[in-house]
């Protein structure tokens, strides 16, 4: 089988997943658990690394997540995850959760976070990965901005790389 060489960033992107806030769902402050918005976040965008890259991925950092405004009991979480641009073997995804009153429409962005998730191959070596083709003047400044954050981690890695 011939290896695809680049996929659209929709055809891997999540637009449309929801998930209704029980109480369950709530810490000791009343309001949604961010661990558990967190893990959502983790899941979902592997899947989206996973669809774009055809490979088992693993993540590799979470190099920003903020919570913006509180979701409450009741409220329904809409997950918006996309790859911003793939590099060699590695992904950036970008994640945007918003919560929505569905009994009056109202709709709050709670959560904005960027995961890198690296490719592994039958022996758990990275793996090359299709390249990204940007389909929106937003894809594509979503793709320009991406390779700013990896110079960044890159940095930090070889920073943490000095205390092992
Ligand atoms: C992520 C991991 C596979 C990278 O392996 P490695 O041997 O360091 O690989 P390399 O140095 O060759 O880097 C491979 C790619 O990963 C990227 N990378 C490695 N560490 C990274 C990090 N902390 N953040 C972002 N990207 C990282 C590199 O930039 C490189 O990207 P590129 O191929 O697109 O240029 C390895 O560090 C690992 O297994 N980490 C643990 C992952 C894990 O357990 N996650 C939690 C459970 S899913």
Redesign the pocket.
């Given at each position: 089988m011939s290896k695809v060489l680049s996929k659209t960033v929709s055809e891997s992107a999540i637009e449309g997943h929801v998930y209704k806030v029980f109480p369950n769902d709530l810490n000791a402050h009343g309001t949604a658990f961010g661990g558990m918005i967190m893990a959502k976040c983790d899941r979902l965008s592997l899947v989206v690394a996973e669809r774009h890259s055809s490979h088992v991925c693993?993540?590799?950092?979470v190099d920003s997540i903020h919570f913006m405004a509180p979701a409450k009991e009741n409220d329904t979480l809409l997950f918006k995850i996309s790859v911003n641009r793939a590099?060699?073997?590695?992904m950036e995804i970008g994640v945007k959760v918003e919560a929505e009153n569905s009994y009056t429409g109202e709709n709050k962005h709670i959560l904005s976070a960027y995961f890198?998730f690296?490719a592994?191959d039958k022996n758990n070596k990275?793996a090359s990965v299709p390249s990204l083709i940007a389909e929106s003047k937003l894809q594509e400044k979503r793709f320009q901005q991406a390779s700013i954050r990896r110079q960044a981690?890159?940095k930090t890695?070889e920073e943490l790389k000095k205390y092992e």
């Open positions: 693993v993540t590799a950092s590099w060699s073997s590695s890198t690296v592994l990275p981690r890159l890695i």
